[in-house]
C-alpha cells in the first residue's frame, strides 16, 4: 500500500457538531501532518507528529484536536467548528530516516468540510 | 517572518514553449525545497525536490535550481504538454529532518494551450 488515505471525502456539519476525520497510511511513515487549504490557496500546517507524538502545533484553536493512536493513524477531531473553517483538510505523511536528510511529504485525496 | 513568495500567479504559454515559476524564501536554515503540482480537486504530488547541497536537478522535462545564497529557487518546464495545465506550488522546510514544516508559496497556475 503506497498512498495515504483520509476518510470521509465530505463533511457536512453544523457548528455544535462533533466529528472526526481520519487519515492512515502502511507505507512505515513516522512523521504525520494535518493541512488545511482554502479554495485558491496553498496549504496551511497545522500539526506535525513525530514518532506518534505531536512535535508542531501552528496556534490552531483548540476546536481542533489532533490524535494519533498508532502510527498508521491520525485523527483530527472537530467540535464547534465556524462556518470560516470550512476547507479542504488535507493529511500527508513523511518517511523518518536517522542520519538522513529531509524525505518527501505524500498527500493524501482530502475531506472537504463544510461548516454550516 | 517564515516567508515564501512565487511568481507569477498566473502564466499561460503555448504547448510546446517553457515555462518557469520563481520563488524566494526567507529562512536561510530552510535546506529542502520541494514542487508540487495539484490539480484541480485533486491532491498535492510532488514534481521534484531540490536539497540545499545541490544547485540544479532535473528530471525530463522538469528541473530546477537553488541559488541559496540569493534565497531563491525556480521551476523551468520544457515542451509544455497540455496535462501540464495545473497549480504549482513551491515551498521551503523549516525544521529538523523528523519534524520539520513546509511553507508554501502561494501558488502558480499554468495553462497550457494547445
Known amino acids: 500500500d503506497t498512498e495515504v488515505t483520509q476518510t470521509p471525502k465530505h463533511l457536512v456539519m453544523g457548528m455544535t457538531n462533533k466529528k472526526s476525520l481520519k487519515c492512515e497510511q502502511h507505507?512505515?511513515?513516522?512523521?504525520m501532518y494535518w493541512y488545511k487549504q482554502k479554495a485558491k490557496k496553498p496549504p496551511e500546517l497545522m500539526f506535525v507528529?513525530?514518532?506518534?507524538?505531536?512535535?508542531i502545533n501552528e496556534s490552531v484553536p483548540s476546536r481542533f484536536s489532533p490524535e494519533c493512536p498508532n502510527s498508521s493513524l491520525l485523527n483530527l477531531h472537530l467540535h464547534a467548528l465556524q462556518p470560516e473553517d470550512s476547507a479542504l483538510y488535507l493529511c500527508?505523511?513523511?518517511?523518518?530516516?536517522?542520519?538522513?536528510?529531509?524525505?518527501?511529504?505524500?498527500f493524501g485525496p482530502g475531506t472537504r468540510l463544510t461548516v454550516l | 517572518g517564515e516567508n515564501v513568495e512565487q511568481h507569477p500567479s498566473t502564466l499561460s504559454v503555448q504547448e510546446g514553449d517553457s515555462a518557469v515559476i520563481k520563488c524566494t524564501y526567507s529562512?536561510?536554515?530552510?535546506?529542502?525545497f520541494p514542487w508540487y503540482k495539484q490539480e484541480l480537486g485533486k491532491r498535492p504530488q510532488l514534481i521534484i525536490d531540490?536539497?540545499?547541497?545541490?544547485g540544479e536537478k532535473k528530471d525530463q522535462r522538469i528541473a530546477v535550481t537553488l541559488n541559496k545564497t540569493a534565497k531563491h529557487f525556480s521551476l523551468h518546464i520544457t515542451e509544455t504538454q497540455p496535462e501540464d495545465s495545473a497549480v504549482y506550488f513551491c515551498?521551503?522546510?523549516?525544521?529538523?529532518?523528523?519534524?520539520?514544516?513546509?511553507?508554501f508559496g502561494s501558488g502558480t497556475r499554468l495553462l497550457v494551450r494547445p
Open positions: 500527508a505523511s513523511s518517511p523518518i530516516q536517522r542520519g538522513s536528510t529531509y524525505n518527501e511529504q505524500f
Open positions: 507505507m512505515g511513515h513516522r512523521a
Open positions: 507528529y513525530s514518532y506518534e507524538k505531536l512535535s
Open positions: 529562512d536561510s536554515a530552510s535546506n529542502y
Open positions: 531540490i536539497r540545499s547541497n545541490v
Open positions: 515551498a521551503a522546510s523549516i525544521g529538523g529532518y523528523s519534524s520539520y514544516k513546509l511553507i
